[in-house]
């Protein structure tokens, strides 16, 4: 399991992004001392570490120096501040990608996985997501829910994965419906209705109640 040093003051961002690498077999520790950021760095001992750039006390081009002196760990910038001096500027410093936010979670995780294949020449697969005790299988597309494995349709299995890419995180419908069936094909929103009713009784069966939530007007959540 690869570990990711999530240096980012915004409590909101770093929980999110923590919560979501987790979903995908990563380790995921945020910092919490930032004006001691190698202590943490070196008792973590992470794999690969997402930098932000605008940090209490010091910046990351400074903690970006201070982790080249000892390590050459892969960093990932993921800022704001995206003008092109200050990506110039971490690329000459040493580090391997540079993000702008706002991001897209699975861009992120994307990018984090083919910053670790480039650096330790390994291929990072994921098999399955995990959340609350309801594991997803990305290769048969079941669903095992506490010792009970049920079988999902292709629908199904769409709607269950991208709800659970985003855990605590309220999708909406039209998303979903897009990621289904895209965006030029008229569905009736009734078909979501019902594929998502059928889940909830094949998870309720297998003692996974209320693992879906509906949050109305905007769409569900998992892991709430």
């Known amino acids: ?5 999530i240096v980012e003051d915004d409590e909101i961002i770093a929980s999110q992004v923590a919560k979501h690498l987790e979903t995908w077999q990563m380790k995921a520790k945020a910092a919490e001392d930032f004006q001691n950021i190698m202590a943490e760095f070196e008792e973590f ?3 690969i570490v997402l930098m932000d750039l605008k940090l209490p006390a010091y910046n990351g081009f400074y903690w970006c120096g201070e982790i080249r002196k000892v ?6 910038f993921v800022s704001s501040a995206d003008e092109n001096m200050n990506i110039v500027m971490a690329m000459n410093m040493g580090a391997d990608d ?4 706002p991001f897209d979670l699975q861009v992120l995780t994307a990018k984090i996985q083919a910053v670790l294949r480039r650096s330790y020449g390994e ?6 997501l995990e959340v609350k005790n309801v594991r997803l ?3 048969d597309t079941s669903v095992t829910a506490g010792n009970s494995r049920l079988e999902l349709t292709k629908n199904e299995y769409l709607i269950l994965k991208t709800l659970m890419e985003q855990p605590g995180k309220v ?4 998303s979903i419906m897009e990621r289904l069936w895209g965006a030029e094909e008229f569905v009736d929103d009734n078909t979501l209705t019902v594929n998502i009713t059928r889940i ?3 998870l309720e069966a297998a003692g996974a109640e209320g693992f879906i939530t509906t949050k109305r007007g905007l769409g569900y959540i998992v892991g709430d």
């Open 200 to 202: 909830r009784k094949k």
């Open 1 to 5: 399991m690869k570990k990711v040093f």
């Open 137 to 139: 299988n990305l290769d």
């Open 71 to 76: 390590s050459q760990v892969p960093i990932v």
């Open 171 to 174: 999708v909406s419908r039209e």
């Open 45 to 47: 001992k992470p794999d």
């Open 123 to 128: 291929s990072i697969s994921v098999h399955e």
């Open 98 to 101: 540079f993000i702008s936010k």
